[in-house]
């Protein structure tokens, strides 16, 4: 279990308690990490943590007077866990939902994508772009949190969101499966050059640290937005929907309608 003093960006919703969090586990609700007071492990805690880990829920451990703050003096009894703000979807369902609409497969991967306005406007955007579906990681990534839900405006009803454990292995599988994966990096083939013909995996990295090395190396293709002026990044979400938008225009140029 990873050390952990600090909340997740944006998470807002916080179930407090062991019967809180056990009745939320067993009606198979979808959390985003669960909070254990460090040395906690006596009574339900045990079929907590086993449960969270056969579904391969975040565990963090915290200080007890951390949890004590975040729980507002609650009895939280050693454990509590933030809620998602919605279902995850799976990978596998993101691209059955492009098969079920006879098109290529549309993707947008976060990678150590923390801000949640970000993955926000990015889900805003994908989903008005025609995209399939986003994949974030379970780890060095905002998941779906309240402050989340609200930047997307209402994009999550109508756009699922896939949670992986490991974004290389989903970038692997996704490549198996007919998937180009084109990576939002500097140094890279121009946008507005770029043919995205077929399956898209469109990687987008943080602002500052950009994509992380294993998943640009990973990645089919490397490609970029010339920056003219003197600021040499733009904001992850801005960046992310103007290759959107790429992709989909080339789409509809080739005759092919995003919203089928």
Known sequence: MKNETTPASGETELLVGRNAVLEALKSERELN????????????????????????IVIKEVDKRKLDFLC???????????????????????LQRAAEKGEPPFLILCDNIEDPHNLGAIIRTAEAAGAHGVVIPKRHNVSLTWAVAKAAAGALEYLPVARVGNLAAAIDEL???????????????????????????????????????????KSDFVVSLPMNGKINSLNASVAAGIMMYEVARQRRKEGGTLHG
Not at 33 to 56: F, H, M, P, Q, Y
Not at 72 to 94: I, K, P
């Open 175 to 217: 490549k198996e499966r007919g998937v180009w994966i084109y990576c939002a990096d500097m140094d890279g083939t121009p946008w507005c050059e770029t043919s995205f013909d077929g399956g898209v995996g469109l990687v987008v990295g943080a602002e500052g640290s950009g994509v992380s090395r294993l998943i640009r190396e």
């Open 72 to 94: 507002g003096q609650g009895n939280h009894q050693g454990v509590a866990a933030y809620v998602a703000a919605h279902a995850y979807a799976t990978l596998d369902e993101l």
């Open 33 to 56: 990490t669960l909070l254990v007071a460090k040395g906690e492990r006596n009574g339900s805690i045990g079929r907590i943590l086993s449960i969270c880990r056969d579904r391969k």
